[in-house]
């Protein structure tokens, strides 16, 4: 099957594990998805962009077209292959801070139906008010029991708001974390669908 992997901008994972064309990796198939018996991908390359934040974290990362059968699943965060072959390099899609803050925004809007929530995010998307006084509303509005997705969200429009892009890179990873925790989501229709509108 298709899949993506990430890496240093030197080909090579955190692990020292080299990487390049036609290069195949195994592990053992066993243990849990972040231990060595599993090699990382993922089904889609905005979802590795996207989530490199919460992942790997790398500064400068090439993304490669890779082949593998999944094994593990991680809520649609990533997969894991006992066996991994990257193929090629492929360029990284460009993703703007609106489209990150609108990724976090609809990952929360699939697990937190809050009125008040759901009102200012859909007038953030539809660019009506992207204040911050709007996000910190949003951000303390409904029950104390509030999902971990909807606070993310928040914070990342309002560091959007307040022009902190690295803020909203971290925070749309977590929301996406988050909700893909909560209940199963299609995380790569709502990146989709993030892009198209951003």
Known sequence: MKLYKLTEANAQTYNKTQWGEGITHEGTGEGDLCGPGWIHAYTDPLLAVLLNPIHGD???????????????????LKVGCKVLTTIKPIPLPVITTEQKVKFAIY?????????????????????????????????????????????????AAR???????????????????AAAWAEVINLP??????????
Not at 63 to 75: M, N, R, S, T, Y
Not at 119 to 145: F, H, L, P, Q
């Open 107 to 155: 990952c929360a809007l699939e697990v937190y139906r809050d009125p008040i929530f759901a009102t200012w995010a859909n007038g953030w998307v539809e660019n009506k008010d992207r204040s911050v006084a709007a996000a910190r509303n949003a951000e303390t509005a409904g029950s104390w029991a509030a999902r971990a997705a909807a606070r993310d969200a928040a914070r």
């Open 189 to 198: 229709q709502i990146a989709s669908e993030a892009m198209k509108r951003g």
């Open 159 to 177: 560091a959007a708001a307040e022009a902190a892009v690295w803020a909203a890179r971290s925070w749309a990873a977590a929301a996406a974390e």
């Open 58 to 76: 790398f500064v400068n990362p090439l993304l490669w077209e890779a082949e593998g059968e999944v094994g593990k699943e991680d809520h649609g």
